[in-house]
Nanobody, 124 residues
């Protein structure tokens, strides 16, 4: 069982930056591939980024590529999402997820555990 708690969301102006964190419970964090998803009001949840167990591989959605970066620190049981050059269309609830897998996963069905989400609002 893994519990995930996101933090770092908030209100930011367009062009600004935020870093989301997701802290995981348990001593098996390094056994999980991790991902970030987001869901805007009235829209389906969409994939943002994923990172493999050992950080050897990352995959970022085209819509945020070159603005968002995913990383993890297995010594701190934490995965991060650095978001730069934020746009109003990035406004959403951002969710952290964990998958019993080695490599990156871009579909929500591949994940076994989810956090409660953190709100990111980008004003124009």
């Amino acid at each position: 069982q893994v519990q995930l708690v996101e933090s770092g969301g908030g209100l930011v102006q367009a062009g600004g930056s935020l870093r989301l964190s997701c802290a995981a419970s348990g001593r098996t964090f390094s056994s999980y591939a991790m991902g970030w998803f987001r869901q805007a009001p009235g829209k389906e949840r969409e994939f943002v980024a994923s990172i493999s167990r050992s950080s050897g591989n990352t995959y970022v959605a085209n819509s945020v590529n070159e603005r968002f970066t995913i990383s993890r620190d297995n010594t701190k049981n934490t995965v991060y999402l650095q978001m730069n050059s934020l746009k109003p269309e990035d406004t959403a609830v951002y969710y952290c997820a964990a998958a019993r897998a080695v490599g990156v996963i871009s579909v929500s069905i591949g994940y076994d555990y989810w956090g409660q989400g953190t709100q990111v609002t980008v004003s124009s």
